[in-house]
């Protein structure tokens, strides 16, 4: 049988700082856990699933101008749920923050794509909410 291995005062310490230092980046002020540890659907969440049928781009080429129209195959917020901005054929719009769908891929390769979005309320401005993308379903490849 192996001996177990005893630590001494200065690594128990340094144990103890990092332990504490993973617990708060796990939580934030809430204290609810981080947006990487929520597990999706239910609860009211308002995240979809769904296939990319138009792409509109910006004609003055602001990337965060660019939407597209995507048929939602599944909803996070119930089976018989109204989808929030839904255009009555099962469609929303769904618009990117940081480059998710031009950092890999041109209008043309979007169409026809899965990707997931979320429902989310600006915190300035007017309060409009809207779907923006959390990923885009594929390989990118690179030119």
């Not at 255009?87 to 769904?94: L, N, P, R, S, W």
């Not at 998710?100 to 043309?108: M, R, V």
Request: proline letters at 6%; glycine letters at 12%; one cysteine or more.
């Amino acid at each position: 049988m192996t001996e177990p291995t005893v630590f001494g005062a200065q690594a128990t310490e340094q144990i103890v700082k990092t332990v504490r230092e993973v617990s708060r980046r796990m939580m934030n002020e809430l204290p609810n856990r981080a947006r990487w540890q929520h597990q999706a659907g239910g609860n009211g969440d308002k995240s979809i699933w769904g296939t990319v049928d138009e792409v509109y781009c910006d004609p003055y080429g602001d990337p965060l101008l660019m939407y597209c129209w995507v048929t939602v195959t599944d909803y996070g917020g119930g089976c018989t749920a109204p989808i929030p901005g839904d255009d009555g054929t099962g469609a929303v719009q769904v618009f990117q923050k940081c480059d998710i769908f031009t950092a890999y891929y041109t209008a043309a390769d979007l169409v026809g794509k899965t990707i997931e979005a979320g429902y989310y309320y600006p915190r300035t401005g007017t309060c409009t909410p809207r779907f923006l993308v959390r990923q885009v379903c594929g390989t990118p490849e690179c030119a």
